[in-house]
């Protein structure tokens, strides 16, 4: 089987949720900003793969920075933007509560254009982040999360960054639940099946239809 492109992105979506590869796949609104900063990031050093069902571009094999679409905006997503220097005001929290992960939201092709310059500071600036190692430091947690969120969150960027954007209550709901069971197997399977609820933003307790209108 040949590897997802962008080209497959664009046409299908990220395949997280349940609009991946139907006409409400919100990637379609976005596709012409969406190939403006692809355009943009590949003037770049960095190499383009599709991760996650997402571009994503690494250095060194190092995930620096990805693209993604929500229902009002695209986005761009640097994975250690808490670093940055922000001399534009672009870059913003993915939620209240996100510590590392730094996005600018775009909502035309146009605002893409205007930003242009300041994205490719970015960029320089992520690359120079990644090549002298540089970590966000650790802080507090609603709750003591269980070595397998740990490891799945680390390896999962786009659902870190939606798990760091829930309020600390639904985070620790969700600690809580994930922190229950005595066996690490169960633990994974309550993780794996809660993915797509925290992709959506939605907590654990909270009303949910498996799609958002």
Request: hydrophobic letters at 35%; one cysteine or more.
């Amino acid at each position: 089987m040949s590897k997802p492109t962008v080209e497959d992105f664009l046409s299908k979506g990220c395949m997280r949720c349940p609009y991946g590869d139907t006409p409400d796949c919100k990637v379609h609104q976005w596709t012409t900003a969406i190939r403006s900063l692809r355009t943009i990031i590949l003037e770049s050093p960095l190499e383009e793969e599709i991760k996650w069902g997402v571009p994503c571009y690494t250095h060194e094999g190092k995930n620096i920075v990805m693209i993604s679409a929500l229902r009002d905006n695209c986005v761009l997503s640097f994975l250690k933007g808490a670093l940055l220097n922000d001399p534009y005001g672009l870059l913003e929290k993915p939620g209240a509560n996100s510590r590392v992960a730094r996005v600018i939201r775009f909502r035309s092709d146009e605002a893409v254009s205007a930003a242009a310059p300041a994205i490719r500071d970015y960029l320089a600036q992520a690359i120079q982040v990644e090549r002298e190692g540089r970590k966000v430091p650790p802080s507090g947690t609603p709750e003591k999360q269980p070595e397998e969120l740990v490891r799945i969150l680390e390896e999962d960027p786009p659902l870190r960054m939606a798990f760091e954007a829930l309020t600390p209550g639904r985070q620790r709901g969700y600690i809580i639940y994930f922190s229950a069971p005595k066996k690490s197997e169960t633990r994974i399977s309550r993780i794996e099946r809660s993915k797509e609820k925290i992709l959506e933003g939605i907590g654990l307790h909270d009303k949910y239809s498996g799609k958002r209108k």
